[in-house]
């Protein structure tokens, strides 16, 4: 995976000025998450079906 610097981050359009949320960023495989507030503090990544299980059940809730 490239350094978190080299990735396209990407906020929802539903939070209001891209703090306090989480961002994610497509990578080879699947996609990696990580804290608005730390952005230095780690990410936690996700195979694509991990990811799509992920999404599908935000969506059900």
């Known amino acids: 995976m490239p350094p978190a610097d080299r990735l396209t981050w990407r906020t929802s ?3 209001s000025n891209g703090e306090n949320c989480v961002e ?3 990578v ?3 996609a990696t998450v990580r ?3 730390h952005r230095a503090g780690g ?3 996700f195979t ?6 992920f999404i ?6």
């Open 13 to 15: 359009s539903s939070s």
């Open 24 to 26: 994610v960023a497509p």
């Open 28 to 30: 080879a495989g699947g």
């Open 35 to 37: 804290d608005t507030k």
């Open 43 to 45: 990410t936690v990544s």
């Open 48 to 53: 694509s079906a991990a990811w799509e299980a």
């Open 56 to 61: 599908a059940g935000l969506t059900r809730a």
